[in-house]
């Protein structure tokens, strides 16, 4: 999304007028339906009129291309400020400039993290250097047209108001400051001779509006990238937040005792990349010595990790690495360094494989650790015996004397990495109330189809191109093929529909076995892992009559125990389970409707909840 695209000479009489903000506020009304908070409308002011004297003292030609406020395709990030030009060669070029209105930072002793003060106090941030690094590396890594035409990027930072010290430009940062170098308030001169020295001829291409309008390059996956990574290979570049997580990890890891035990509270969205967050944690505390475990209640990550390992790994070695959630009962105090725990809603009270001995599962785990983070996301338990809160784990920590910390994961990489999507998803669903009542503006392909037929035809078409597409249904078809293997489970006798559920041939690696577009997941197989393409088939578990979201628990299958007990605790606390019972199928349709990384397509068995998607998807 290109909020400011315009030729330097458009640029400065835009400023000069003293109109940009107001033009780019326009924009964001015109693009996305709202205003931009009252902070960023200052920031714009201050901070693009700096570059005003920067862009006017340099010799860079009048018809290069400022771009500002660039949305990376795909990507909740914005690139603040972009000149894009063509080098001596006459090849494309761009100088990605992060601006910042900082005075003054605190070192730390994390890499790429610096403290500094923001509007609620003293937090700590990436460097400037290394987030505009990052954003360049994200921009090479999806974006068709930069990777494939070569296209020249040049990262660096602008911190107008801040004075020359020795802590921004501390050597501790050297390896970012010399991949994106930083100029202070004293550098307006040097900053326009950097663009004047690599800007050579003007953008008579339009090199922006390629970038913007480009294809996105294949996405790389956990699961194919784990090998790689597990032989100390870097495979994904960390941003903003990501980077802030694992820094601190790594920290308190390092600091972690048996007499100063931590516990870090990571909340997380659908498709922030959190496990590629806790992959990368478990290969580099290895790396350095802290014997680490990365833990699931949920079979099918460590089913798929096995399988795509097997073939460069000891299964005995894999297994050290990859646990269960029940597996620390009988484990000693702090027997582990650190334990990363993926999907921690998922975790039960008791443990073992029938969910019925021990105590709890969170005080286990933080027993048996000196440090053990844990990966939540309360709006994504799908079972009656998830734990799912946060605050069982704070009382856990605190009974086991163990230090609390919280942080968040908000960096979108899938569901097109679009916030407004989630947003939208959570109001449609009615889990909470949004400013995103509709679609309208958001990138993305979501669809909804009166015949489920066509809809699987689409999805046998795309899953041709890299076999990541796959269908998905909320458990409420008997499993009657367990039995008898020639009867269909999914059956839709007015489409003349039949279909196999994939909890037999494949198991827990579905979503990687080349025919298993053939069958259809739920969420027991699909959970934490995703895809390019889904399709998500909606039962009457949950329907919509006149605009309300309404769930019915007795429509889910016999088969599925994650609802076994509900009619029983109805009678102890009839108000409580209702609404848990409605949190928890609404909240099964949230995560199937966020596997995805490009589009989502449902069919409803019921027609007045297909019309109500319709209607709000715009």
Same mark, same amino acid.
């Given at each position: 999304?290109?909020?400011?695209?315009?030729?330097?000479?458009?640029?400065?009489?835009?400023?000069?007028?003293?109109?940009?903000?107001?033009?780019?506020?326009?924009?964001?009304?015109?693009?996305?339906?709202?205003?931009?908070?009252?902070?960023?409308?200052?920031?714009?002011?201050?901070?693009?009129?700096?570059?005003?004297?920067?862009?006017?003292?340099?010799?860079?030609?009048?018809?290069?291309?400022?771009?500002?406020?660039?949305?990376?395709?795909?990507?909740?990030?914005?690139?603040?400020?972009?000149?894009? $030009?063509?080098?001596?060669?006459?090849?494309?070029?761009?100088?990605?400039?992060?601006?910042?209105? $900082?005075?003054?930072?605190?070192?730390?002793?994390?890499?790429?993290?610096?403290?500094?003060?923001?509007?609620?106090?003293?937090?700590?941030?990436?460097?400037?250097?290394?987030?505009?690094?990052?954003?360049?590396?994200?921009?090479?890594?999806?974006?068709?047209?930069?990777?494939?035409?070569?296209?020249?990027?040049?990262?660096?930072?602008?911190?107008?108001?801040?004075?020359?010290?020795?802590?921004?430009?501390?050597?501790?940062?050297?390896?970012?400051?010399?991949?994106?170098?930083?100029?202070?308030?004293?550098?307006?001169?040097?900053?326009?001779?950097?663009?004047?020295?690599?800007?050579?001829?003007?953008?008579?291409?339009?090199?922006?509006?390629?970038?913007?309008?480009?294809?996105?390059?294949?996405?790389?996956?956990?699961?194919?990238?784990?090998?790689?990574?597990?032989?100390?290979?870097?495979?994904?570049?960390?941003?903003?937040?990501?980077?802030?997580?694992?820094?601190?990890?790594?920290?308190?890891?390092?600091?972690?005792?048996?007499?100063?035990?931590?516990?870090?509270?990571?909340?997380?969205?659908?498709?922030?990349?959190?496990?590629?967050?806790?992959?990368?944690?478990?290969?580099?505390?290895?790396?350095?010595?802290?014997?680490?475990?990365?833990?699931?209640?949920?079979?099918?990550?460590?089913?798929?990790?096995?399988?795509?390992?097997?073939?460069?790994?000891?299964?005995?070695?894999?297994?050290?690495?990859?646990?269960?959630?029940?597996?620390?009962?009988?484990?000693?105090?702090?027997?582990?360094?650190?334990?990363?725990?993926?999907?921690?809603?998922?975790?039960?009270?008791?443990?073992?494989?029938?969910?019925?001995? $021990?105590?709890?599962?969170?005080?286990?785990?933080?027993?048996?650790?000196?440090?053990?983070?844990?990966?939540?996301?309360?709006?994504?338990?799908?079972?009656?015996?998830?734990?799912?809160?946060?605050?069982?784990?704070?009382?856990?920590?605190?009974?086991?004397?163990?230090?609390?910390?919280?942080?968040?994961?908000?960096?979108?990489?899938?569901?097109?990495?679009?916030?407004?999507?989630?947003?939208?998803?959570?109001?449609?669903?009615?889990?909470?109330?949004?400013?995103?009542?509709?679609?309208?503006?958001?990138?993305?392909?979501?669809?909804?189809?009166?015949?489920?037929?066509?809809?699987?035809?689409?999805?046998?078409?795309?899953?041709?191109?890299?076999?990541?597409?796959?269908?998905?249904?909320?458990?409420?078809?008997?499993?009657?093929?367990?039995?008898?293997?020639?009867?269909?489970?999914?059956?839709?006798?007015?489409?003349?529909?039949?279909?196999?559920?994939?909890?037999?041939?494949?198991?827990?690696?579905?979503?990687?076995?080349?025919?298993?577009?053939?069958?259809?997941?739920?969420?027991?197989?699909?959970?934490?892992?995703?895809?390019?393409?889904?399709?998500?088939?909606?039962?009457?578990?949950?329907?919509?009559?006149?605009?309300?979201?309404?769930?019915?628990?007795?429509?889910?299958?016999?088969?599925?125990?994650?609802?076994?007990?509900?009619?029983?605790?109805?009678?102890?606390?009839?108000?409580?389970?209702?609404?848990?019972?409605?949190?928890?199928?609404?909240?099964?349709?949230?995560?199937?409707?966020?596997?995805?990384?490009?589009?989502?397509?449902?069919?409803?068995?019921?027609?007045?909840?297909?019309?109500?998607?319709?209607?709000?998807?715009?």
């Amino acid at each position: 999304m290109l909020v400011y695209n315009n030729t330097k000479k458009q640029f400065l009489q835009d400023i000069s007028t003293n109109n940009i903000e107001d033009i780019l506020q326009d924009r964001f009304l015109e693009i996305l339906g709202k205003n931009i908070a009252p902070n960023e409308y200052i920031s714009w002011q201050n901070s693009l009129r700096e570059m005003y004297f920067v862009v006017q003292n340099s010799r860079i030609p009048d018809n290069v291309t400022i771009s500002i406020e660039f949305n990376i395709p795909w990507s909740s990030k914005r690139v603040d400020f972009i000149v894009a $030009w063509k080098d001596k060669n006459q090849n494309e070029a761009i100088v990605i400039i992060e601006l910042k209105q $900082w005075q003054n930072i605190e070192l730390t002793d994390k890499d790429a993290i610096v403290k500094t003060r923001f509007q609620h106090g003293l937090k700590e941030t990436n460097h400037p250097s290394y987030q505009a690094w990052s954003y360049a590396m994200l921009l090479k890594g999806f974006n068709s047209f930069v990777y494939n035409e070569n296209v020249s990027l040049k990262p660096c930072a602008f911190l107008h108001n801040y004075k020359p010290d020795w802590l921004i430009d501390n050597e501790f940062y050297k390896e970012y400051l010399d991949l994106a170098p930083v100029f202070l308030k004293t550098d307006k001169q040097k900053l326009a001779d950097f663009l004047s020295e690599n800007i050579v001829y003007g953008d008579d291409s339009d090199v922006m509006q390629k970038v913007d309008s480009s294809e996105i390059r294949p996405s790389k996956v956990l699961a194919d990238s784990l090998s790689s990574m597990l032989k100390w290979n870097k495979e994904f570049i960390m941003i903003d937040d990501q980077k802030l997580v694992y820094e601190t990890s790594m920290s308190l890891a390092k600091k972690s005792s048996q007499n100063n035990k931590n516990v870090l509270i990571v909340e997380w969205w659908p498709g922030t990349w959190k496990s590629v967050v806790a992959i990368n944690l478990l290969v580099d505390l290895n790396k350095n010595g802290i014997n680490s475990r990365y833990v699931t209640k949920n079979s099918a990550p460590r089913a798929v990790y096995e399988k795509k390992l097997i073939q460069d790994i000891k299964k005995t070695e894999i297994s050290s690495l990859f646990t269960w959630s029940w597996a620390f009962v009988n484990t000693k105090s702090n027997t582990y360094w650190a334990l990363i725990v993926d999907e921690a809603h998922r975790l039960n009270e008791k443990s073992w494989m029938f969910a019925n001995l $021990w105590e709890n599962q969170i005080k286990e785990i933080i027993n048996s650790s000196q440090f053990s983070i844990f990966f939540i996301d309360e709006d994504q338990k799908v079972t009656f015996k998830d734990i799912w809160e946060k605050e069982e784990i704070e009382k856990w920590a605190k009974d086991l004397w163990a230090k609390v910390h919280n942080m968040e994961l908000k960096s979108q990489f899938r569901c097109n990495w679009s916030d407004g999507y989630l947003a939208w998803l959570d109001n449609a669903l009615q889990i909470r109330e949004t400013a995103n009542k509709t679609l309208e503006g958001i990138d993305f392909d979501f669809r909804v189809y009166d015949d489920p037929n066509e809809l699987r035809d689409e999805i046998f078409k795309k899953n041709k191109i890299n076999n990541k597409a796959r269908l998905v249904a909320g458990y409420t078809w008997d499993w009657v093929s367990k039995k008898n293997p020639n009867e269909n489970d999914i059956v839709i006798p007015e489409h003349n529909f039949e279909m196999k559920w994939n909890l037999a041939s494949d198991g827990m690696t579905w979503i990687i076995s080349p025919d298993s577009v053939n069958e259809v997941g739920c969420i027991h197989t699909c959970q934490w892992l995703e895809v390019d393409y889904i399709w998500v088939l909606i039962w009457p578990d949950l329907i919509v009559r006149d605009w309300k979201v309404l769930v019915d628990p007795s429509k889910r299958a016999k088969t599925d125990a994650s609802l076994k007990w509900y009619k029983k605790a109805m009678l102890e606390k009839p108000d409580e389970i209702k609404m848990f019972v409605k949190s928890l199928i609404k909240n099964t349709y949230r995560t199937l409707m966020t596997r995805w990384m490009k589009w989502c397509y449902i069919y409803s068995t019921d027609k007045e909840t297909r019309e109500y998607f319709k209607n709000i998807s715009g």
